[in-house]
DNA sequence: GGATGTGAATGCATTCACAGCA
DNA sequence: TGCTGTGAATGCATTCACATCC
């Protein structure tokens, strides 16, 4: 199930996510039906987009009336994995990544956290949410048996290579990086990056752009 | 200064804090010079990218040569604005916004964290790193009396609409969002969002996506 | 010889605009 | 009439390829 017509651009699937998100919204509200327009509006698309993204899994709209948004939310999870839950492990237990081990939301994304683990023998055995962090050692018996496919990274720069060599080890599918560098992996291991501070001084940059042409700023070297 | 030529692609952008991230490795192994080819391999681009990217901005390569390391950091930081100290403050000290308050490396990269608020009284006066945690009705002020232009929201979805109205008020001109929702700002304020459980989302969606291809899968509803 | 900077060509993603259906 | 699904047109970003310079 889920084929992909034929290809579909990477910018159509990340903003899935968000339709998905969006709809879970109007669930809660008790929308029933929702239309592209609408939809687009409230995410600052436009309802063309909205539909050719949709069209790109199926046809689940009804010409002159929408999208159901029940319907709609079951076929976007089948078609991003998470209509079955995912296990997921966690790899660095220091601030951030404790922070990511409470983070409600992703079970209720369909992620479920299986374990943590972290190099420091100082943390293991740490209590952390209903988990106990465990030592690097025990990876790859854990994967093995607790069937997680996804990983997520929060460990420094300079471990995270290392990390990942070792979830590809295991067995692992996917992992979600915070490590501010590029790892390496195989084809079928998928990596996502996910830098903060990048992020800030993108939003450095747009600040002085909206300065410099408002004329705001004075040109210091 | 920084003036972009004409108009600079967004995913440009995007890509000069990966140079920068990059040169700064370079600059610590004690590299002078580096080739736009070479840059390119270590980050997956080409070398065209690169050259295309960093010549929006100007002129800084030696043909023959390539581009030297520290005088392109420079260059690089000037583009960004993290050439100077960027005051940014964080609002919500939950799990996540604690995590942040104390990730070292905004401030390695020219950003100061000068203030932390929380709605929940709970949480005030809670030390948070160098930082105590403030009530939001101290917001206005501590933006005005800091000076601090970017704000990181870790929020909860519910809450961050209102917040950002708050943030606006108060002057702020930049806001990393880390809530699910997609907050409206007038236009002179930026806006980048950061959510976690979309980026699973995407990793299960590739995820699934190869283990298809790979006929591994069978055809589960 | 080795590398940059950049117009021209290509390749993608978005938007348009409309046929067709409820 | 209202809205979807989708080829065709447009608009951007990436890549090519080469003149230029160290």
Redesign the interface.
């Known amino acids: 199930?889920?084929?992909?017509r034929s290809e579909v651009p990477e910018p159509a699937?990340?903003r899935?996510?968000?339709y998905?998100?969006q709809l879970e919204a109007l669930k809660l509200k008790q929308v029933t039906t929702i239309s592209s327009r609408r939809l687009a509006d409230?995410?600052?698309l436009t309802d063309a987009q909205v539909r050719k993204d949709l069209a790109y899994f199926g046809q689940f709209g009804r010409p002159g009336v929408g999208y159901e948004v029940i319907p709609l939310i079951t076929r976007l999870r089948?078609?991003?994995?998470?209509d079955r839950v995912?296990r997921?492990i966690l790899i660095g237990a220091g601030?951030?990544g404790?922070?990511?081990a409470?983070?409600h939301?992703?079970a209720t994304?369909?992620?479920e956290m299986v374990g943590v683990f972290d190099s420091d023998p100082a943390r293991n055995g740490e209590q952390m949410g209903h988990l106990t962090v465990q030592p690097m050692a025990q990876l790859n018996r854990a994967v093995r048996d607790s069937g997680a496919?996804?990983a997520?990274m929060a460990v420094p720069a300079d471990a995270a290579q290392s990390v990942a060599d070792q979830l590809v080890k295991a067995g692992v599918?996917?992992?979600?990086n915070f490590a501010?560098?590029?790892v390496t992996t195989p084809d079928?291991v998928?990596v996502?990056d996910?830098?903060?501070?990048?992020?800030?001084?993108?939003?450095?940059?747009?600040?002085?752009?909206?300065?410099?042409s408002?004329n705001t700023r004075s040109?210091?070297?």
């Open positions: 199930m889920t084929p992909p699937v990340r899935l996510s968000l998905l998100r409230s995410l600052d089948q078609i991003l994995g998470t995912i997921t601030n951030l404790s922070a990511l409470s983070y939301r992703f994304k369909g992620f496919r996804l997520i599918r996917g992992i979600l501010p560098v590029r079928d998928t996502h996910i830098d903060m501070s990048a992020e800030l001084e993108q939003l450095s940059f747009r600040v002085n752009m909206t300065d410099v408002d040109k210091a070297v």
